[in-house]
């Protein structure tokens, strides 16, 4: 082990099965082959050190995986270093941050997860559970992910150690680095594959009058073969979720203590217009020191079509879809204050927004058409990052029958 049309129609009248607390079932007419690959979201509920399975048609929670039954194993194994670091960084958070990102493999049967405050990266075998690989990453806190198109290559932001570590899914094993800006973040993979995407967010224990000295708040582009940096752009705050369209040109993004997103032109290294959302009484009356990771905002996705920006309002209890032609927002999904919606990822058909409530433990789904909400779904506790997946329906019975 190294250490290193109709479908969205019954989709609709499911969720608002959902929704009324009924049981939701598929009908015959979108049976699937016992043997065909099934459609889900991928939830990674930080604190509970759980993954949740969705299925992105029903909204039906599947199981889920314990992918933290080492955790004190590991935690008793730091040494001084380790264990000073692991402290510092769980109290920073203001508490125990598990599960960070998690990705299926291409075929359906692994899972790749980034185990935020155990600072490694760890591959399971969903219909056993069992753990093929773990990878410990330099510094203190592994963050958020990606996986290549191809599979083959996991990146892995080390936040403190200011870099991002590129894994063979195969083994784990670690096959490159590359420079970040100060505390790297998000990574992404242009859709062929070529380029990686990584953003920085900068310190974000440090007040927001000294935000000048959170360090470099870059957006760095990386050539996925060679791993040498091919450009960075430099923002004025921190960069949280970000959606870099196919076209490599267009990025929409949160901002550190932005109450809204910005659209940003990679070409001319501009942005090009700011959108400045609502605050809810709560919101409003929040300093900015106290948002969560300096984040009013944190969480943005796009539609399929490229017409409407999901824009989740962390410290708002809101969801909002926004046109993305004039920026006007087309409806809003209000949520139970306390709720902390935390993340936004479109489905695979670019038809949904789903937006993780962290801490009311659910995942809210939100029809870009109709900018409503049409499912909530309960799944662990402090769900954050989501990502879509296909799974084989054989390993399913390797999940608990836990929501997470």
């Given at each position: 082990m190294n250490t290193r049309p109709t479908a969205r129609l019954l989709s609709v009248a499911a969720g608002?099965?959902?929704?009324?607390?009924?049981?939701?079932?598929?009908?015959?007419s979108v049976a699937r082959a016992a043997d065909s690959p099934r459609d889900v979201l991928v939830v990674g509920n930080s604190q509970a050190g759980t993954v949740s399975f969705i299925d992105a048609h029903t909204f039906q929670n599947l199981g889920s995986l314990n992918v933290t039954?080492?955790?004190?194993?590991?935690?008793?194994?730091?040494?001084?270093?380790?264990?000073?670091?692991?402290?510092?960084?769980?109290?920073?958070?203001?508490?125990?941050?598990?599960?960070d990102d998690a990705t299926l493999s291409p075929d359906g049967r692994r899972l790749y997860v980034s185990r935020g405050n155990l600072d490694d990266v760890a591959a399971y075998?969903?219909?056993?559970?069992?753990?093929?690989?773990?990878?410990?990453?330099?510094?203190?806190?592994a963050d958020h992910a990606a996986l290549s198109p191809d599979g083959t290559r996991y990146v892995v932001s080390a936040t403190t150690a200011q870099e991002a570590e590129v894994l063979d899914t195969a083994d784990g094993a670690v096959v490159g680095t590359f420079p970040t800006g100060t505390y790297p973040h998000q990574n992404d993979y242009s859709p062929d594959g070529r380029y990686i995407y990584n953003s920085s967010i900068g310190v974000t224990s440090l007040p927001q009058f000294l935000e000048f000295a959170k360090g470099s708040l870059q957006l760095t582009k990386v050539d996925a073969k060679t791993l040498k940096v091919v450009q960075t752009w430099q923002f004025p705050h921190g960069i949280r979720p970000n959606v870099i369209e196919p076209d490599g040109r267009t990025m929409y993004?949160?901002?550190?203590?932005?109450?809204?997103?910005?659209?940003?032109d990679l070409a001319t290294s501009r942005i090009v217009r700011t959108v400045q959302m609502p605050f809810s009484?709560?919101?409003?009356?929040?300093?900015?020191?106290s948002y969560p990771q300096n984040s009013?905002?944190?969480?943005?996705?796009?539609?399929?079509?490229?017409?409407n920006v999901c824009d989740a309002g962390t410290i708002d209890d809101y969801a909002a879809i926004v046109a993305t032609s004039d920026a006007s927002t087309r409806g809003t999904v209000t949520y139970p204050t306390g709720s902390l919606p935390y993340w936004a990822t479109t489905s695979a058909d670019g038809s949904l927004c789903f937006v993780s409530l962290s801490k009311a433990n659910a995942v809210s789904v939100i029809d870009y058409a109709t900018a409503r909400e049409i499912a909530r779904v309960p799944v662990g506790s402090f769900p954050?990052?989501?990502?879509?997946?296909?799974?084989?329906p054989t390993v399913l019975t390797g999940l608990s029958p836990s929501a997470g």
């Open positions: 608002a099965a959902v929704l009324l607390g009924g049981a939701v079932v598929g009908p015959p039954a080492d955790a004190q194993q590991r935690i008793a194994a730091m040494d001084p270093i380790q264990w000073a670091g692991f402290e510092t960084v769980t109290s920073v958070e203001g508490g125990t941050r598990w599960v075998d969903i219909a056993t559970g069992t753990q093929l690989w773990r990878t410990r990453l330099d510094g203190f806190k993004t949160d901002l550190s203590y932005l109450n809204g997103f910005v659209q940003y009484a709560a919101g409003a009356a929040l300093n900015p020191d009013a905002h944190h969480g943005l996705a796009v539609s399929g079509d490229g017409a954050q990052r989501e990502r879509t997946g296909r799974i084989d």
